[in-house]
């Protein structure tokens, strides 16, 4: 059975918003305590974009993001359906890419997790 499912995935404008899902199975969301979001473009290594902690534990921040996409991206949860956000916003050239979901674990540093599920993957392309 399928894990994770992304979608949202498309074309934009520049300078537009997009907003990606990634709905996890049940089993899936209760082993893990990170969600993240990442990306690779073509001739480009994988880079992760954004984090979230959906542990019981609750810090300060539980998010992180990636420099390149700090103050334009946000990640979010919504606990009832399993499922991860990735609000895109100012989106530039530099984001087009197939944007991948992953669920795994760690602490409250999901940066370092460990990550044990993938998505298929859903491609973002910016237009002019």
């Known amino acids: 059975q399928v894990q994770l499912v992304e979608s949202g995935g498309g074309s934009v404008e520049n300078g537009g918003s997009l907003r990606l899902s990634c709905v996890a199975s049940?089993?899936?969301?209760?082993?893990?305590?990170?969600m993240g979001w990442f990306r690779q473009a073509p001739g480009k290594e994988r880079e992760g974009v954004a984090y979230?902690?959906?542990?019981?534990?609750?810090?300060?921040?539980?998010?992180a993001y990636d420099g390149s996409v700090k103050g334009r991206f946000v990640i979010s949860e919504d606990k009832a359906s399993s499922t991860v956000y990735l609000q895109m916003n100012g989106v530039n050239a530099g984001d087009t890419a197939t944007y991948f979901c992953?669920?795994?674990?760690?602490?409250?540093?999901?940066?370092?997790?460990?990550?044990?599920?993938w998505g298929q993957g859903t491609q973002v392309t910016v237009s002019s």
């Open positions: 979230i902690y959906i542990g019981d534990w609750r810090g300060v921040d539980n998010t």
């Open positions: 992953a669920a795994g674990r760690a602490g409250a540093d999901c940066p370092s997790g460990s990550w044990n599920y």
């Open positions: 049940r089993s899936t969301w209760r082993r893990s305590t990170c």
